[in-house]
Nanobody, 115 residues
């Protein structure tokens, strides 16, 4: 089992930056893929970015060139650096771990982009 705790959400003005963190309860070396998804009101949950345990990354169309996913194996933590934020990035952001063919989710952290 994997327990995930997100942090770093909040309010930011358009054009600003935020860094989200996701701390895992076990070594992330053993977790196939970790990633970030988001869900805005009335919309389906969508992929933002994901990273494998060997460092391969994949980004959703909305995140390309603005967001960067990274991992710190020593801290069992995955990060999402979000730059040039737009109002349409407003959503609840969820951390995900794919481990032993199961999906685990964090509780979510709210990101609000507005002036």
């Amino acid at each position: 089992q994997v327990h995930l705790v997100e942090s770093g959400g909040g309010w930011v003005q358009p054009g600003g930056s935020l860094r989200l963190s996701c701390a895992a309860s076990r070594s992330i070396f053993s977790i196939n893929t970790m990633g970030w998804y988001r869900q805005a009101p009335g919309k389906q949950r969508e992929l933002v970015a994901k990273i494998t345990n060997v460092g391969s990354t994949k980004y959703g169309d909305s995140a390309k060139s603005r967001f960067t996913i990274s991992r710190d194996n020593a801290k069992n933590t995955v990060y999402l650096q979000m730059d040039s934020l737009k109002p349409e990035d407003t959503a609840v952001y969820y951390c995900n771990a794919q481990y032993l063919r199961m999906d685990y989710w964090g509780q979510g952290t709210q990101v609000t982009v507005s002036s």
